[in-house]
């Protein structure tokens, strides 16, 4: 194959991994893009709010792991194996950039090798890019689990955002998925020094890191996995969470029609509404509430399942409330609340007309709001 040719199939095979800011709207579809339509172009919401396209793509599909979830382990059957040189990639980024505006690039990469030989091409494509065409954009590398340190910081140094893939959240689950990868050594330790070595107050201040959880693919609860996103915010500085739901290797696509999946791509859509919660609306982990079977409800968005527990809270003034509390109400989101604040600064609020909502948000919130 050309390395055209082998672009189209490493960027194909990349869409596994979503822990590249893609989405940055409660709407599930906009996390679960798969294959955008023969392009190996990728929409991304960056750190800084803004918007654009990266080209997005592995160095190699080739993998020396044996991640069970993964089409792409070195036991699997997902197709031909190719790589692509750190010269093909900046040479194929550039040529894509004359024709079409790109703000960055996405790269992946599998195991080949060691972990450090993986990171080696990463980090010599980023080299290329920063020392040698002067390319100051945005970079996202992946980190590959067991990396060195020395590697990631080389990583660090070069990238606008770096990410690795947490999984499932805990040993136990981990172990069995992967018989390749130490969870505590491979995942917790490159995580450690990630969160040490980037953000406020270091030298790296300005990079950000991400990662991803594979749903269902173990028996993990999403209180556990709630639970360590937590921990992941609140002590490892973590910049964005991402959620994959599981899909059967030999599939490679959501089946709609099919229960279990279902229920996987549900869940999905309730962690990353979760999720919006910690990083949006100023909940912590600790009070988004699961069922008794450590799952969260289904049929209802963790905002209204914690309003509907706590009926003391409610019903909040619309015309005094602070903006947290306003956050608190279902329906009303961080436009809306800011909008409120600017509307009451000028007059106070009389009636739901005058409250910037569509109806089905409106009626949503009536119930846990008043004017005065």
Known sequence: MDALERLKLLSTDSRYDLSCACGESENPKDHRRRKLDGSWLYPVSLPNGGHGTVLKTLVSNACTSDCAYCPLRHNGSSGPRCSL??????????????????????????????????MQRLVDTATLLRKKHGYRGYIHLKILPGASEAAIEE????STTVSINIEVPGARHFKSLSSYKRYEEDILRPIRY????????????????????????????????IRTMGALYDRMHLHRLFFSAYQPPETGVFRLDDGTQNIRADRE????????????????????????????DRTRDPKRVWADAHPEYYPVRLNTAPREALLRVPGIGPVAANAILKLRAIHPLRDWSEVPLVPALAARAHRFAVFS
């Open 85 to 118: 040189e750190p010269e093909e990639i900046v040479r194929l980024f550039y040529d894509q950039k004359r024709r079409t505006p790109l703000m960055g690039l996405f790269l992946s990469s599998g195991i080949t090798g060691t972990a450090d030989q993986g």
């Open 155 to 158: 990583a660090i140094r070069l």
């Open 194 to 225: 990630i969160a040490a070595h980037t953000g406020k107050g270091t030298e790296h201040r300005r990079v950000k890191w991400t990662t991803q959880f594979i749903v269902g693919a173990a028996t993990e609860t999403d209180a556990e996995i």
């Open 269 to 296: 859509h309730r962690l990353y509404q979760s999720d919006w919660l910690v990083r949006k609306y100023g909940f912590s982990a600790q009070e988004l509430l699961c069922n008794p079977d450590g799952f969260l």
